[in-house]
């Protein structure tokens, strides 16, 4: 299984940017899917996380309103739209998959899969 992640780029204080993630393999349907994000210095934190239906969904509280996970299972896909970004986002962005999973509840270090990582870079 490869996780591709794909969006991330420089972008101003309130700008928008939108990640996705193109999961290889025939059952993408039975992954929950997360995003996460580590900053220099910092351990890495879970971002965002969506169920294998795409039903339910976690967002980390200084996120909830400006960004948005969704997934598309015909296409093998998970996005996550970032909005009002500020530079405290700034961070390699990851996702990852847990198979087998059907709620969004994963902690960190059961997630079977990783992706290599985005840059996104906020500036003030």
């Known amino acids: 299984v490869q996780l591709v992640e794909s969006g991330g780029g420089l972008v101003q204080t309130g700008g928008s940017l939108r990640l996705s993630c193109v999961v290889s393999?025939?059952?993408?349907?039975?992954?929950?899917m997360g995003w996460f994000r580590q900053a220099p210095g910092k351990e890495r934190e879970s971002v965002a996380a969506?169920?294998?239906?795409?039903?339910?969904?976690y967002y980390l509280d200084s996120v909830k309103g400006r960004f948005t996970i969704s997934r598309d299972n015909a296409k093998n896909t998970v996005n996550l739209q970032l909005n009002s970004l500020k530079p405290e986002a700034t961070a390699v962005y990851y996702c990852?998959?847990?198979?087998?999973?059907?709620?969004?509840?994963?902690?960190?270090?059961?997630?079977?899969?990783w992706g290599q990582g985005t840059q996104v870079t906020v500036s003030s």
């Open positions: 393999g025939p059952t993408f349907s039975r992954y929950a």
């Open positions: 969506i169920s294998w239906s795409g039903g339910r969904t």
């Open positions: 990852a998959a847990k198979f087998n999973q059907r709620s969004e509840d994963v902690p960190i270090a059961e997630y079977d899969y």
